[in-house]
């Protein structure tokens, strides 16, 4: 089947970093994604990584291990404003259905 | 403001209803997407439409449809609701027909009652 797991909260520092990891099962892999959603708004697109290694966006970075079924979103020097909800969504399925599924995201709270 | 309108922002309705959700998607962007995101299962996907062309479907159910319309517009009705059809549902957009960028709009909240 498929299956997307993280955490589910959370907590860090002000100014600190904070990993969030995320693991999945799938069948026909084909790019694996972060988005970041406060409260009560709409996703909006962190980063993409379809290969292995880190891809890194300012204070954002995000990992992947195909082979692992494994990748983290990494946030450095956090702010108030980074308390927010984390979403790992994984692309899959063959050429002409292709679609996203979610996990149930990690929200993260950072304190002062 | 990620360019994807949604309207209506709110919406309470009875069961058995139909309601009707709109989205303009972002200048340019031929792929529409619409998700359900509920607490309890997070962000589902539904259906997905490019260019007037259905490309790709998720856990919809039959009592719903969509469509893209040739000036890129898309509706999602969702009829005979039920208490469980309360969410939040989104309309994203992409350039493409595979995004590795998409933009949400700000969501419908329906609330069947």
């Known amino acids: 089947g498929q299956n997307i797991d993280q955490p589910t909260e959370m907590t860090a520092t002000e100014g600190a970093i904070v990993q969030i990891n995320c693991t999945y099962q799938?069948?026909?892999?084909?790019?694996l994604f972060w988005y970041q959603q406060h409260a009560g708004e709409a996703p909006t697109f962190l980063s993409y990584n379809v290969l292995d290694g880190l891809e890194e966006k300012g204070r954002f970075s995000s990992f992947l291990s195909r082979s692992k079924g494994y990748s983290y979103l990494l946030l450095k020097e956090l702010q108030m404003k980074d308390s927010a909800s984390y979403l790992c969504?994984?692309?899959?399925?063959?050429?002409?259905?292709?679609?996203?599924?979610w996990g149930l995201g990690t929200s993260l709270a950072v304190n002062p | 403001d990620s360019g994807v309108t949604q309207t209506p922002k709110h919406l309470i309705t009875a069961t058995g209803q139909r309601v009707t959700l709109r989205c303009s998607p972002r200048?340019?962007?031929?792929?529409v997407y619409w998700y359900q995101q509920s607490l309890d299962q997070g962000l589902q996907f539904l259906i997905q439409y490019y260019n007037g062309e259905e490309r790709a479907k998720g856990n919809i159910l039959e009592r719903f449809s969509a469509q893209q319309f040739p000036d890129l517009h898309s509706e999602l009705n969702l009829s005979s609701l039920e208490l469980g059809d309360s969410a939040l549902y989104f309309c994203?957009?992409?350039?493409?027909?595979?995004?590795?960028?998409?933009?949400f709009g700000q969501g419908t909240r329906l609330t069947v009652v």
């Open positions: 994203a957009s992409s350039v493409g027909i595979e995004n590795t960028e998409a933009f």
């Open positions: 799938t069948s026909g892999f084909n790019g």
């Open positions: 969504a994984v692309r899959n399925g063959p050429g002409n259905n292709r679609k996203l599924i």
């Open positions: 200048s340019g962007d031929l792929s």
